[in-house]
């Protein structure tokens, strides 16, 4: 591993002159043979429109997510919280795609090595989020299944050093290359894929992302064993037990369609660096169709929204109720999106006395509201009568 300097990237400017000339990206691109296609000369191909456009749809989905998250007190807990975490780097990450490619291309040829470290850096960095949130997002879980107990502030606390280390150690891995863990004076070193990324550190992020996803897997497996076994047996106890047991198993059960999601999306695109790694400069031509990789690499970040949609039912009464609240257009819309603006947007989670009754959910809560609408009824009849 090539010595890394912690000097900022200003001082690093000043440092190497190469850092500040338009000739590298050049000179590495002819080097690896990537000149050689028709990318790089004239405007965007239709390929980047079409990505472009999914980027758009990433951006927006993410954000209505985002906004159903914020806009309902029921989802204002830790859980929901990494949820939120991960939504945003999928949101962050539509952005850092869609600059990527319209400074891609002709673009490219025009950047200076910085200004390519800061482009192929903000991928990297709101993918480490990505993986790093989903860790979080297990081992959350796994944490809350052992304890068995619910301590809020605890909870909140632990849910922040998460986010926090996640972004830290994010911006961390992104920034490697511009603080001199590259190979701009060594030629030879040089990925076919990043040109100007060294393939030592290439390999380096790729063992890290799949030993976390590695994590993951065993995090989830463990978890799923110990809410099963839960819900065996908590099968003779009361009926609010055993509830809050299935809510476990749904959440569990969305976060995993998220985790093999991820994994199905990426792991075309990490076994291509894999093979960036072990392959001679020009030897293999199947790393210069790399852009349909990370394209299918950008389709995790726009399913993830669908998934919660799909699999999460108050995410999707909310996401559906919000997108109602958003496009009708009524007389009294605009007064309604007042009262509502920063609320909750789900009945039964506006207040304290809403979620009692909603705790009071079963046959005897049926029957009770039953007697009173026929109370209601009968006083108005005997009011008419008289």
Request: glycine share 6%.
């Amino acid at each position: 591993m090539e010595p890394v300097s912690m000097e900022s990237p200003h001082h690093l400017v000043q440092m190497y002159p190469e850092y500040r000339n338009n000739n590298i990206i050049s000179l590495h691109y002819n080097y690896t043979g990537k000149l050689h296609s028709s990318k790089y000369k004239g405007s965007l191909k239709a390929d980047a429109i079409v990505f472009l456009v999914v980027c758009v749809f990433i951006v927006l989905e993410n954000l209505v997510v985002l906004l159903a998250i914020w806009r309902n007190k029921k989802f204002h807990s830790p859980m929901y919280y990494l949820l939120g975490n991960l939504t945003l780097s999928d949101l962050l990450a539509g952005v850092a795609y869609a600059a990527n490619i319209i400074l891609s291309g002709a673009s490219t040829l025009r950047l200076t090595p910085t200004q390519w470290f800061l482009r192929e850096g903000g991928v990297f960095v709101t993918l480490a989020a990505s993986v790093l949130s989903l860790l979080a997002i297990a081992v959350e879980r796994h944490v809350t299944m052992i304890r068995m107990r619910l301590y809020h502030g605890k909870k909140k606390g632990r849910m922040l050093l998460l986010v926090g280390t996640s972004w830290a150690s994010s911006i961390l891995l992104g920034v490697l290359p511009i603080l001199g863990w590259n190979c701009l004076d060594r030629l030879p070193a040089c990925s076919t894929v990043l040109p100007l990324y060294s393939k030592h550190y290439v390999l380096f992020c790729i063992t890290i992302f799949l030993a976390i996803l590695l994590s993951i897997v065993v995090l989830y497996a463990r978890v799923y064993c110990m809410v099963t076994f839960n819900r065996r047996r908590l099968g003779s106890l009361h009926a609010g037990t055993l509830k809050k047991s299935k809510k476990h198993m749904s959440l569990l059960k969305t976060v995993t369609v998220v985790v093999g999601t991820f994994i199905a999306c990426w792991l075309p695109l990490f076994l291509l660096l894999l093979l960036d790694v072990a392959c001679q400069t020009q030897g293999c031509s199947l790393l210069y169709k790399a852009d349909y990789f990370l394209g299918l690499a950008m389709m995790n970040s726009l399913l993830n929204p669908i998934i919660y949609t799909l699999t999460s039912k108050d995410l999707r009464r909310a996401i559906f109720k919000l997108l109602c609240c958003l496009l009708t257009v009524t007389p009294g819309a605009e007064e309604s999106r007042g009262k509502h603006f920063g609320l909750p947007i789900l009945e039964g989670s506006t207040s304290k006395s809403d979620r009692s009754s909603h705790q009071g959910e079963g046959p005897n809560a049926s029957l009770s509201a039953r007697n009173g609408t026929l109370t209601a009824s009968n006083a108005v009849v005997s009011k008419a009568a008289h």
